[in-house]
């Protein structure tokens, strides 16, 4: 018998157990709020499928892009399995970035030279993609529908943030895409006079490798602006569910990016608390009471939904581990 095995398996169970417990008992995993739902299944079944069936797979395809376009070779049914994974402890664990740390633990394992290296920094370029996306899809909604977001005062502070954030990213794709000459890049001279200069070039170097991969960020922001696009949808659904049916689908839209960004910091599961306070914040800048209650019980729905990457978690065993081949640069 492979005790090592044994024991491991054992610790894996009893974390993925006693973080369920956790959240049960915490009250922050109430299933008994998704009786809402009983009057209205078609809503319930629309955002079981989308978190399922298109935003899952559509993450996972968004990092093995960006890892294919540097050429690690991760098969995507490993990024497909990793995704949930990392979807788990993202919604279980403080922060919305555990889970990045989680899937960086596994691909540190497989590999220790280059590709190790490469493969970790594009899950910092997988988050920040994704955060670009958000901001991006409140800089179009705001665009598009100019005229209703700013005939509400206050959100035109929050309007002039949009748009300074989505300035700010096309100065910086600007600055990826830019051909500088070798030696002569005034960024890394920068970083360099910088605290943390070793992994703030690491992280600037890893970019500019997709220098002449601009059809992978554009691919990949494309898919970030689609995943958000989908889940301002899901909060619009569960507002109007909850009756909220005066809010419209852009403003919704234009608000929820601020919201999510709050609840990546570290406070509790799945931004649980900071979240809440954001949601209702943002909301009662449009004049509409509940916005934590609406917060609430998306992240029921998400966390319900992405605890099976708990079972994807246990059952993560040598058989489908990648074979560290697999993660090594072309050669070719």
């Not at 890892?67 to 788990?88: E, S």
């Not at 179009?140 to 100019?146: D, E, S």
């Not at 206050?154 to 300035?167: H, T």
């Amino acid at each position: 018998m492979n005790y090592k095995k044994v024991i491991k398996t054992l610790l894996k169970l009893s974390l993925t157990l006693g973080i369920i417990f956790f959240l049960v008992r915490s009250g922050r995993l109430n299933f008994s709020r998704l009786l809402l739902f009983l009057d209205s299944p078609k809503v319930l079944f629309t955002l079981l499928f989308v978190l399922l069936v298109i935003t899952i797979p559509l993450t996972a395809l968004r990092w093995w892009l960006l890892l294919r376009a540097i050429q690690i070779k991760l098969p995507i049914k490993q990024a497909y399995l990793l995704t949930w994974i990392g979807n788990f402890f993202n919604t279980t664990l403080p922060g919305a970035v555990t889970g990045d740390l989680v899937k960086g633990y596994y691909i540190v394992k497989l590999d220790r030279g280059e590709g190790k290296t490469k493969a970790l920094m594009t899950l910092i370029i997988d988050r920040a993609t994704g955060l670009f996306g958000l901001i991006v899809m409140a800089f179009f909604a705001l665009v598009f529908n100019w005229h209703l977001i700013f005939s509400q005062p206050k959100l035109q502070p929050l309007s002039m943030f949009i748009i300074a954030l989505f300035a700010s990213i096309v100065l910086f794709y600007l600055i990826i895409l830019f051909p500088f000459s070798e030696g002569r890049d005034p960024f890394i001279r920068l970083f360099t006079k910088l605290p943390k200069s070793e992994l703030l070039l690491k992280i600037y170097k890893t970019f500019k490798i997709y220098q002449h991969h601009w059809r992978t960020l554009a691919l990949t922001l494309t898919i970030s602006i689609i995943i958000h696009t989908l889940s301002a949808f899901l909060f619009f659904l569960v507002a109007r569910t909850m009756g909220m049916r005066e809010i419209a689908l852009a403003t919704q839209m234009f608000i929820m990016p601020i919201g999510l960004i709050t609840t990546a910091i570290p406070i509790a599961p799945g931004g649980i608390g900071i979240g809440h306070a954001a949601f209702e914040t943002l909301y009662l800048l449009i004049n509409i009471k509940g916005g934590a209650d609406v917060f609430n019980l998306f992240i029921v729905i998400q966390l319900a939904v992405y605890l099976l990457g708990g079972v994807v978690y246990f059952m993560y065993s040598n058989e489908y581990k990648i074979k560290k081949e697999d993660l090594l640069n072309d050669k070719n």
